[in-house]
């Protein structure tokens, strides 16, 4: 993946609200996507998955979006609360291929 | 608890020495990946292993080797450390349904 140098982006978002991150991937062949989240001095953490027959998934307070059209993945966060600062990962994965491709991460910053 | 553990957590070397990091899972994963994180950038591919007996290179594979030692552990070894090296090191194996279970990481500092 493209690196984006020594500074991730972030988002801040007061506690209570919701979060949307982002992320495009770049291979059409992607047919399953996941995301992590990583806390600091931490491995990644799965979150939550989705795969390109679907557009839209659910999980406990996180749910995630997929608009195959424009390649564009996102994971959206009910009521942030401090816990859920960390650095999130999309990932994305084509069937028959072992490699997963990672990007770089959006830190997310919740503001008491 | 299931999961994939790595050793060690923290390694200081100098340049031009050698260490091996270990990793192993209890899940009966096939697949097992080795990855490094350098500061502000996401997880680089280093080496995996689709199944026990294959390795093949991921993105940078320079200055690494690895071992499949059987179906639980893979290993990664550098044989001479360079300062480009500093880096957090992340094993993780994948599972149907789960992706990436990873290793809390370890951080290796080349001096």
């Known amino acids: 993946g493209e690196s984006v140098g020594l500074h991730l982006p972030t988002l801040s978002v007061q506690e209570g609200d919701n979060s949307i991150i982002n992320c495009a991937y770049s291979?059409?062949?992607?047919?399953?996507f996941i995301w992590y989240k990583q806390e600091s001095g931490k491995g990644p953490q799965f979150i939550i998955d989705?795969?390109?027959?679907?557009d839209k998934r659910q999980g406990q307070r996180v749910t995630v979006l997929l608009n195959k059209t424009v390649k564009h993945l996102s994971l959206q966060i009910a009521a942030t609360q401090p816990g859920d600062s960390a650095v999130y990962f999309c990932a994305e994965k084509a069937s028959g291929y072992q490699k997963v491709t990672f990007g770089t991460g959006t830190k997310l910053q919740v503001i008491p | 608890n299931a999961g994939v553990t790595q050793t060690p957590k923290f390694q200081v070397l100098k340049t031009g020495q050698s260490m091996t990091l270990q990793c192993a899972q209890d899940m009966n994963h096939n697949s097992m990946y080795w990855y490094r994180q350098d500061p502000g950038m996401g997880l680089r591919l280093i080496y995996y292993?689709?199944?026990?007996?294959?390795?093949d290179k991921g993105e940078v594979p320079n200055g690494y080797n690895v071992s499949r030692l059987n179906k639980r552990e893979f290993s990664l070894r550098l044989e001479s450390a360079a300062p480009s090296q500093t880096s957090v090191y992340f094993c993780?194996?994948?599972?149907?349904?789960?992706?990436?279970?990873f290793g809390s990481g370890t951080r290796l500092t080349v001096v």
């Open positions: 291979n059409s062949a992607s047919d399953y």
């Open positions: 989705i795969r390109s027959n679907m």
């Open positions: 993780a194996s994948w599972g149907t349904g789960y992706g990436y279970t």
């Open positions: 292993s689709a199944s026990e007996g294959t390795t």
